[in-house]
């Protein structure tokens, strides 16, 4: 057991990250959360796309020019008697693996979903990659200030659409330009809405009780009558939160407002800090860590090149599984078998590097790394082990990558095998002939490859088209693996780590070599 300051410190962090799909407002309600964390003086500089200021964790020139951030930031802040992490996760056009894999660093998860369209395609991927482990989800109905879709239809979508029961902890007052504010249902108390507030933290009017007359008054006779007889239909048909299975995965409590005129989010945000779960424990390859266990441990799950134009260096973003990190200790890089002393770690305050003197588990700290430091490496105060669950994702986008000058192929190898492991995108060497294929999720990925071959490793790259549109890790007993390497031979290519890969040109295609080959399991992720 680690000892009572450090378990104090571990029970008060709450490390999730946000889902959704783009546009939904992922940016907005993060400006907002950190308001109310006092980690931002004014809402509104997270990302300045539309108003040109950049970003504070901005630190490409393309992520500049594109207006969008390429860094997955940690930002930490107290929220009453908690220390919140708040994981970033790419979401538009630098969507990447390192958004799944973030998925795997946290304890829970806020899906924010616009709540004029519903569930949309995004939102659908994350979920799936958050059953891996099977998080608990807090759900926000964002845009209440436009008009939105019927709330109980929305609720109901999704619920068959992701399955996971819905369990409304507020309910909406009309919407767009008649939205009121949001009834409680836990509080048993209104609270009414005004526009025009959103970059402050609002002092906001409620009202006790639904019955109460003030209520009729406040937001009008018809909606009030509207409100009740749409509370009984609800309490009648959703369900009633149910904390055992929130942490299971299994039900999700449902908030109501509008981040842009920050309302709601607080509410959200009291919910997420009550019942998210504590750090959480993670596999090993011997057996479970949790977060109390004595002793730190820490595994890496994103790689970030060239965070500060400054530092040319390579960050490594690894997340405490239990104990504490202190400037200087000595960690035990498990995978090379090395002991590193690590005086420089960082933290992350919204955006900002900072020198951190200690962190415990639950917290994410930055590693500087020269080249020794893989996706999935774990990091320990002298044990032998090694985490698992941090998997690599079967890439949905192909491109052949070919050389401009043919006498760099050496180079060019090396280059993608190194970025590779650091998992800025997957490289794929078909059986049968001496192709290179580079497997992403998200297109940017391309051109970070693109861009870090020539400044890092000297070599102009081009990419061509390529008939692949999915791949599948290869498992199976070893005589059915050599007999199916035999015979799809045309399909199969080595991955970065020599793994055994599917790539089939249609989804068709596939799921036909799933029929064939009934003893042949086809993995959407593999493990480091
Ligand atoms: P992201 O792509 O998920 O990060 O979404 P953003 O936070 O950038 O929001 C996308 C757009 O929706 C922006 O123009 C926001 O101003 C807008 N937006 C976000 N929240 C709300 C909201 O509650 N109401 C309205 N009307 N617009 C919103």
């Known amino acids: 057991m680690a000892n009572a300051e450090s378990l104090k410190q571990i029970k008060k962090r709450r490390t999730f990250a946000i889902i959704s799909h783009p546009d939904a407002g992922k940016t907005t309600i993060t400006e907002k959360v950190l308001l109310f964390g006092n980690a931002l003086q004014t809402a509104g500089t997270v990302k300045g796309k539309k108003s040109g200021q950049h970003a504070k964790s901005d630190w490409m020139d393309m992520e500049k020019e594109r207006g969008i951030s390429v860094t997955t930031s940690v930002m930490q802040f107290p929220y009453h008697d908690k220390l919140v992490n708040l994981l970033d996760t790419p979401g538009h056009e630098d969507f990447s693996e390192d958004t799944y894999r973030t998925l795997t660093a946290v304890d829970s998860c806020l899906m924010v979903i616009d709540a004029a369209k519903g569930v949309e395609d995004r939102t659908r991927k994350l979920m799936e990659v958050t059953r891996l482990r099977d998080t608990p989800i807090v759900t926000f109905m964002n845009k209440l200030d436009r008009d939105i879709r019927d709330p109980m239809e929305l609720l109901d979508e999704v619920e068959t659409e992701l399955d996971i029961l819905c369990a409304p902890i507020t309910w909406p007052i009309g919407c767009g330009k008649s939205f009121k504010g949001v009834y409680h249902l836990h509080r048993d108390e209104t609270v009414l809405y005004q526009t025009g507030m959103g970059h402050t933290i609002q002092e906001v009017r409620i009202i006790k009780g639904l019955e109460n007359t003030e209520l009729d008054s406040a937001v009008g006779s018809d909606l009030a009558q509207q409100l ?20 299971q995965g299994q039900l999700t409590p449902v908030y109501f407002g509008t981040a842009l005129g920050n309302f709601g989010v607080d509410h959200m945000l009291d919910g ?73 770690a960082l933290t992350f305050l919204a955006g900002d590097r900072a020198l951190l003197e200690e962190a415990y588990a639950g917290d994410i700290i930055g590693l500087h790394n020269h080249g020794s430091i893989r996706i999935g490496d774990t990091f320990t105060s002298g044990k032998e082990y090694r985490f698992t669950g941090i998997p690599n994702f079967a890439p949905e986008l192909f491109k052949r990558i070919r050389l401009k000058d043919p006498l760099k192929q050496k180079q060019l190898q090396k280059g ?27 297109v940017l990925q391309f051109d970070v490859v693109v861009a870090r071959l020539k400044s890092e490793y000297n070599v102009d790259a081009i990419y061509e088209h390529v008939n692949v549109s999915t791949a599948r890790w290869v498992y199976g007993d070893d005589k059915k693996v050599d007999e199916f390497r035999r015979k799809a031979q045309q399909n199969l290519a080595l991955d970065g780590g020599d793994n055994l890969t599917y790539i089939a040109p249609t989804m068709v295609n596939l799921q036909l070599a799933q029929e064939r080959y009934p003893d042949i399991q086809f993995a959407k992720t593999r493990e480091h």
Not at 313 to 341: L, N, P, Q, W
Not at 419 to 442: C, H, K, T, W, Y
């Open 228 to 247: 009740r007889d749409e509370l009984e239909l609800v309490i009648g048909a959703s369900n009633e939160f149910d904390e055992e299975l929130f942490l």
């Open 272 to 344: 997420l800090t009550e019942w998210a779960p504590e750090p959480q424990s993670r596999e090993t390859d011997q057996g479970e860590i949790n977060a109390e266990d004595e002793g730190f441990s820490g595994f890496v799950f994103k790689i970030q090149a060239n965070m500060d134009p400054k530092h040319r260096d390579r960050i490594a973003f690894c997340r405490i599984v239990s104990g504490k990190y202190e400037k200087g200790m000595k960690m035990r890089h498990t995978r090379i078998g090395k002991d590193v002393r690590i005086s420089d």
């Open 416 to 442: 993608l095998i190194q970025l590779s492991e650091e998992g800025a995108v997957q490289v794929f060497r078909p059986l049968m002939n001496n192709d290179l294929i580079v497997g992403a999720v998200g």
